[in-house]
């Protein structure tokens, strides 16, 4: 009788360990460390079949009713999902009924003064779904309202996530100095432009204002801007016709608040130190004594 109860238990362990291995157990090739995508709309079945075929499960009937088991009526939940290891599936099921993705956020800082083109570039080596082309086409009319920041973002955002994230900031950072673009007489377009220009030219908080001083004279007066960072203003006695770059606060606010002088020229010497100029004859000597 005991040699019965011993092989009968034997038996279930075996019956057991089999029935684990062929239902639950994770597949021998599990691509660890990889992302599993689920579109939006994807039916349980269609999420079977793909985790099958993506050896993430071995057993579509298993994950299915554990799927309805943890997630009811809502048994998975589109979004990308990073596996850091081999999971039985029913932690797989669990975990994608409950969205859980365990993909951790990264920190993207991208500095003021950057054109779209180079804004793209930063992305591009960041986000593994970031379509650089995409947010180029995107993001055309939006130079300039792409607010330098530093942001928190998921490796699998696309371009999309990125132009809703830096065009929303610009418009809660410009929201409050509204009545101050308002008051200064000048477009918020313009100053935009202006500031995009100032962020480009100037080298550092002490000649923004200085700068826009003398550009916004230049305007007022029909004079070409000649500013080096939008080669355009040489040939056209206005600004450029939308923004060259995506200034900060600082840059918007110098293009609403310019410092007057009698200045009318400027340059920097190779330490980045600004010398001015109230004449083209003093600029000239500038350019002799600074830029040798």
Known sequence: MQNKNIFYTLSAVFFF???????FSPPADFPSSNIFKIEQGKSLRNVSLQLKEGQIIRSRTAFEALAIIFGGEKSVISSDYFFETKLPVYEVARRISKGEHHIVQIKVTIPEGLKNIEVADIFDTKLIYFDKDKF???????EGKLFPDTYYFFVTDSETEVIKAMSENFEKKIAPIRPEILLSGQTEENIIIMASIIEREAKGDAD??????????????????????????????D??????????VEAIR???????????????????????????????????????
Request: aromatic content about 16%.
């Open 239 to 248: 600004l450029s016709e939308t923004p060259i770059s995506n200034p900060g």
């Open 136 to 142: 180029l086409s995107s993001a055309l009319r939006q």
């Open 208 to 237: 923004r204002e200085f700068i826009s001083g003398i550009l916004w004279k230049r305007v007022a007066i029909g004079m070409p801007l000649q500013a080096d960072a939008a080669p355009e203003t040489y040939d056209r006695a």
């Open 254 to 292: 110098a293009a609403i608040y310019p410092q007057s002088s009698s200045y009318l020229y400027y340059l920097h010497d190779q330490e980045g130190n600004i010398h001015y100029a109230k004449n083209f004859d003093e600029h000239k000597a500038n350019k002799l004594r600074y830029l040798k």
């Open 17 to 23: 360990a089999v029935f684990y291995f062929f239902f």
